[in-house]
């Protein structure tokens, strides 16, 4: 069964850092892009960022390039986003998603929520 | 930045009738434009990738239709298990991949 476990949520400050991870099972981890997409409460689904299977190609999201990075271990298969000078506006949940041709999310995870606040 | 655009925002359907969700794309995106169900608490879940194909285990009443700029989701017969969010999401020029605000399927 194809699995993805998002983990490293929680609060932090304002102007801080946090770094989730994504842990999957099921497939061949090393063939597929990966995703993160967020939903802030209430709201809909907005795409963060896309890295290649071999993570040699990074797509972002404008307005998050230079504050967040992502990356993988393809021998852990596991995926990773690092999120710097957190803002509020960053609250959120963060999906994990397994990305068909680096395109659309056919596997996804159950998400790890963010909290940013003083 | 191509803005995807659903409507209605809500939608109330009695269970078995035919529930039509509508997404456009502010430009051509070709058929490279998948539609995601989301139930309450849930994570989202692929439904349709290339306009009209169903992902694995979808059910036969869901259905996916359109190219260019106007797509069409169908429930042919709605089941209360139905009850969802959908978003469309296009794949054609990216980045960033972009989703439409999502359409919220009541059951009447």
Redesign the interface.
């Known amino acids: 069964e194809v699995q993805l476990l998002e983990s490293g949520g929680g609060l932090a400050q304002p102007g801080g850092s946090l770094r989730l991870s994504c842990e999957a099972s099921g497939f061949k981890f090393r063939d597929f892009g990966m ?1 993160w ?1 967020r939903q802030a409460p209430g709201k ?4 963060v960022s ?1 890295l290649s299977s071999d993570g040699s190609i990074t ?4 307005s998050l390039r230079g504050r967040f990075s992502i990356s993988r271990d393809n021998s852990k298969n596991t995926f990773y986003l690092l999120m710097t000078s957190l803002r509020a506006e960053d609250s959120a949940l963060y ?1 994990c998603a397994k990305t ?1 041709g680096s ?9 790890t929520t963010v909290t940013v606040s003083s | 930045e191509i803005v995807m655009t659903q409507s209605p925002a809500t939608l109330s359907v009695s269970p078995g009738e035919r529930a039509t969700l509508s997404c456009r794309a502010s430009q051509s995106v070709g058929t ?1 434009l ?1 539609w ?1 169900q ?1 139930k309450p608490g ?5 439904l349709i ?1 290339g306009a009209s194909t169903r ?1 694995t285990g979808i059910p036969a009443r869901f259905s996916g239709s359109g190219s260019g700029t106007d797509f069409t989701l169908t429930i042919s017969s709605l089941q209360s298990e139905d009850l969802a ?1 959908y ?1 469309c ?1 296009q ?1 054609n020029n ?9 359409t919220k399927v009541q059951i009447k």
């Open positions: 995703s997409v809909g689904l907005q795409w896309t797509y972002f999201a404008e999906y068909w395109r659309y999310m056919d596997v996804w995870g159950k998400g | 490279n998948a995601y989301q849930q994570a989202p879940r692929l990738s992902a969010v978003y999401q794949y990216w980045p960033p991949l972009t989703f439409g605000e999502g």
